[in-house]
Structures are given as structure tokens and as C-alpha cells.
């Protein structure tokens, strides 16, 4: 039998509650020990929904108590300190994305991970979709034979959350749409591919609507109701190169606000055969078969939750039965890349990536 692991969630906002969903489902192998949030209602309000006997204000309480691991749900300034200080405490941690503010704070939980000999797993949950799982098996199996490129669309039309609040305020938040949501793509893309050696990066960011704060026009917005005394300095779309040495690339465009249609997909172009992601439609090699151009169209079973996936994946992990999901070295990669990424823009030329 499986052995039951006490858990503690800290940030009981959008995530977290999404993340003790996930617990809950899985009574067998969970059961949600202890919640924190800065915000005492909201921790009072899901320990009532999930019969949680153990509640917290502060995070450093919470990890002096008995819980086995936890999932650090704050927003992104705080995923270092609270992913270090849980490390320490001898807690396993499923760290939601970003992984850190930038690649230097990942090494650094990097570094207690290892100190610590417990578990990281980076909450890269679009890994599992099962298209995506499918992918990365077809990549394996030589399916698609060489991959030599990806492209990564991510494009938002009006897609800004929380305008003026912490995901618009380059130093809470780290940045825009590229660490918000572009750590996803670039995580799954790369996790298809195999591909976790980027060595270079020419991109270019820009923020033409964010800045107009009262002239955004938008239809709604997620994480709002918009803060016009806030801050928005961050980027509102990027687009870019990427080298894996010689052997491949990756274009990207990822956005908040363009005035451009919703698109979204991850395009895996293969010597064999090419297959595109997330988009929404059935699943499709673009290949040939006898001697002919061919598509082959491939059934599989969605994913019904990916976060649950996620987190059973995670306990499993705990219990040494099986690898952290998304690795905190693949985590730290995907922070490197990003890094580069502003960096390029900033400087307007190509940047290498060591
Ligand atoms: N995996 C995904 O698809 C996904 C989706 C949404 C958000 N996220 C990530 O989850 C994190 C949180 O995002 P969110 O949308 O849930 O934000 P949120 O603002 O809804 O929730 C954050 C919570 O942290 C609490 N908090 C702040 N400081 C704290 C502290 N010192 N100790 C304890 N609690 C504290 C806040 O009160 C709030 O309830 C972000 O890093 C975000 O990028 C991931």
C-alpha cells in the first residue's frame, strides 16, 4: 500500500486552491495537513472546504510542523525564499512556475535541493497533456526522426492579467508574458524535443498596450479587476530565435496583447515527421507513408487533469518510486533561457547561453 504523505500548501490563492484540489482527489496517497497564506480568511476558508487541521499565516510556522511536503503556491518573488527555507526544513516541494525570478535564484534552490536530498519537482504541468506525453514517447521512438526545429506560439489578443498588480510589476513578477506563461511552451517544447541545451538566443520584447494602462482596451481580464495606480513594466510580447547548437532552433512568439487572433502551439518539425500541439485540434503527423505524403492522425486519451496528474506524480516522487516529473535542473535551464531571452532584448544582439 502506498504511504500516506502529509501535506502542507502555502498560497491558498488561484494556484493553490487548484493544487489542493488535487490532493483531495487522491485520498489514498494525500492528505493536506497544513495551509498558509499571508491572507487568514482565505487559509480559513479552504481548511472548512478540505477539513484541514493545521492553519498559518506564516510560511516558516508551517514548515516547523510535521507535513511531509508542500506546494508552494506564492507569486514568483517569493518562490526562492520559500522553496529554500521549505528544502531546509527537510520538506519535499512541488514549486509552481516560474521556477524563480531569474536563473540565479533557481541555481540557489538548486543548490539547497541538493543539500537537502529531498524531492524538487517544478510545476511545468503542461508536460502533462497527454499530446505532449504522446509527443515526447513519438520523439524517442525515432518517430519523427531528427528534430531539427520547434515553433512556439503563444499568442494572446487581449490577455493581461491582474493589470497594475504583481504580474505587471517586473519586481514581483520577474516579467511578462514570457515567465508567466511562456515557461510552459518553452518546458514542454524542450521536453518533447529532448532538447535542453540551448546555447543561444536573438529575440526582441516590447510593450505596446500594458503601458497604456486606461487605454487597454480588453473584453475581460483574468487575475483583475485592473489597478490603474499600479505598475505595468514588464513586456507584453517577445519574439525570438533560439539555438541547440547546430543541430536545431526554436522560433517563439508568446504575447499578452497583440492585435492578432488567439493562436496557441508548440510545432515539432522532424526529418520523418512533424506533429503540432496544444492547438486545440485532433492530433496529426505530417509525414509520408509508402512513398506518399501522408498525414496520420492519432487517437489517444486526454489528459482529464493535469494538475492531479501532476500531483500524483509528485507523491510518487516523494516515495523515490519515481523521478520528479519536471526536474529542478530542466526548471533552472528554462530560467536560463528566459534570462537570455531579456537579455537579447535589452541589448538588441544575440546572446549565448553557457
Ligand atoms: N501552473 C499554472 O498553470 C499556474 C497558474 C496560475 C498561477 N501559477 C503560479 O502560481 C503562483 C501563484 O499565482 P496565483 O495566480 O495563485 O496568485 P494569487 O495571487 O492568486 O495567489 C498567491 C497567494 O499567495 C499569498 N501570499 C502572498 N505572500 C505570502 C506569504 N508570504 N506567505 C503565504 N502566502 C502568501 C497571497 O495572499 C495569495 O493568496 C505564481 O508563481 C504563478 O506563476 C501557475
Not at 90 to 119: C, D, Q, R, Y
Not at 298 to 320: D, E, G, S, W
Request: aromatic share 8%; with cysteine.
Amino acid at each position: 500500500m502506498n504511504q500516506k504523505l502529509k501535506i502542507g500548501i502555502i498560497g491558498t490563492g488561484t494556484i493553490g486552491r487548484v493544487h489542493a484540489d488535487a490532493y483531495a482527489a487522491n485520498p489514498a496517497e494525500a492528505q493536506i495537513e497544513a495551509l498558509c497564506d499571508v491572507r487568514a480568511e482565505a487559509v480559513a476558508a479552504e481548511a472548512e472546504k478540505y477539513k484541514v487541521p493545521q492553519q498559518f499565516t506564516d510560511y516558516r510556522q508551517l514548515l516547523k510542523s510535521d507535513v511531509d511536503a508542500v506546494s508552494v503556491c506564492v507569486g514568483n518573488a517569493l518562490h526562492r525564499d520559500v522553496a529554500v527555507a521549505a528544502l531546509k526544513a527537510g520538506k519535499h516541494v512541488l514549486l509552481e512556475k516560474p521556477m524563480a525570478m531569474n536563473s540565479k535564484e533557481a541555481a540557489e534552490i538548486v543548490a539547497a535541493m541538493k543539500k537537502s536530498g529531498k524531492v524538487l519537482q517544478i510545476g511545468m504541468v503542461t508536460r502533462q497533456h497527454a499530446e505532449v506525453q504522446l509527443a515526447r514517447k513519438m520523439v524517442e521512438e525515432g518517430v519523427l526522426g531528427d528534430v531539427y526545429h520547434i515553433r512556439v506560439v503563444l499568442l494572446r489578443r487581449r490577455g493581461i492579467p491582474g493589470m497594475g498588480g504583481w504580474f505587471t510589476t517586473k519586481s514581483m513578477s520577474g516579467g511578462g508574458p514570457l515567465i508567466d506563461v511562456g515557461v510552459h511552451y518553452f518546458d514542454a517544447a524542450m521536453f518533447v524535443a529532448g532538447l535542453w541545451n540551448p546555447t543561444a538566443v536573438s529575440s526582441n520584447t516590447y510593450a505596446k498596450f500594458g503601458p497604456l494602462m486606461k487605454k487597454y482596451r480588453y473584453v475581460s481580464m483574468w487575475a483583475g479587476p485592473p489597478n490603474f495606480k499600479g505598475v505595468f513594466d514588464v513586456e507584453d510580447y517577445a519574439t525570438g530565435y533560439v539555438r541547440f547548437g547546430k543541430a536545431a532552433s526554436m522560433s517563439f512568439e508568446v504575447s499578452w496583447a497583440v492585435n492578432a487572433e488567439d493562436e496557441n502551439y508548440i510545432e515539432i518539425l522532424g526529418s520523418k515527421a512533424g506533429v503540432r500541439l496544444l492547438d486545440g485540434k485532433p492530433l496529426k503527423l505530417v509525414t509520408e507513408y509508402k512513398e506518399q505524403v501522408a498525414d496520420v492522425m492519432l487517437q489517444y486519451q486526454k489528459t482529464p487533469n493535469i494538475f492531479h496528474v501532476q500531483a500524483k506524480k509528485f507523491l510518487a516522487a516523494c516515495r523515490r518510486e519515481a523521478p520528479p516529473a519536471a526536474t529542478a535542473e530542466q526548471g533552472c535551464t528554462v530560467m536560463k533561457l528566459i534570462d537570455a531571452i531579456y537579455e537579447s532584448g535589452r541589448k538588441n544582439s544575440e546572446v549565448k547561453i553557457s
